[in-house]
């Protein structure tokens, strides 16, 4: 594919999505990507949580698009850490998802975050997104954020 090419494929100035996409609030992804997710199970450093793949969240090839894998373990990842009794579930440092499978419209997945470190400063989470119904492993994250006190001087 030639640059200029590229760039068009990129840019997305202008169209029909503009003024929809500039009128949506702060924080809309979030919701748009967690919308019908059920907490199935939660307990200290451990959550468990079902979903439905909606239509909205598929990408070109008719399956769970990445960017909302990735958003459900940045999510889930910090809702776990906030289990373990912190005041903050404070900044992402770094994510990283493996995606091992496709997740198509209308299957059931079942979603796993666990604390693997809780410290003072890091916490560690794995994320792991599974097919409900026969437990192949869809994706796998990981998600460390730093647990940012701010002084109050």
């Not at 307990?43 to 239509?55: D, Q, T």
């Not at 008719?62 to 912190?86: K, P, Q, R, W």
């Not at 796993?112 to 192949?136: D, F, H, M, P």
């Amino acid at each position: 594919m030639d640059l200029d090419s590229v760039k068009r494929l990129v840019e997305k100035n202008g169209g029909d999505y503009e003024s929809l996409v500039e009128s949506m609030p702060r924080g809309f992804i979030e919701q748009m990507v967690i919308s019908g997710l059920k907490i199935d199970a939660v307990e200290r450093g451990r959550l468990l949580c079902s979903f439905v793949v909606p239509r909205r969240l598929l990408n070109t090839g008719n399956s769970l698009h990445g960017g909302a894998t990735g958003t459900l373990v940045d999510i889930l990842g910090s809702a776990a850490i906030l289990t373990m009794g912190v005041p903050t579930n404070g900044v992402s440092v770094e994510i990283n998802v493996s995606y091992l499978c496709a997740a198509y419209v209308g299957e059931e997945i079942e979603i796993e975050a666990k604390v693997l470190r809780g410290g003072k400063s890091i916490a560690v989470v794995t994320v792991e997104l599974r097919n409900k119904k026969t437990g192949k492993i869809i994706a796998q994250g990981r998600h460390t954020k730093y647990l940012a006190i701010f002084s109050k001087i």
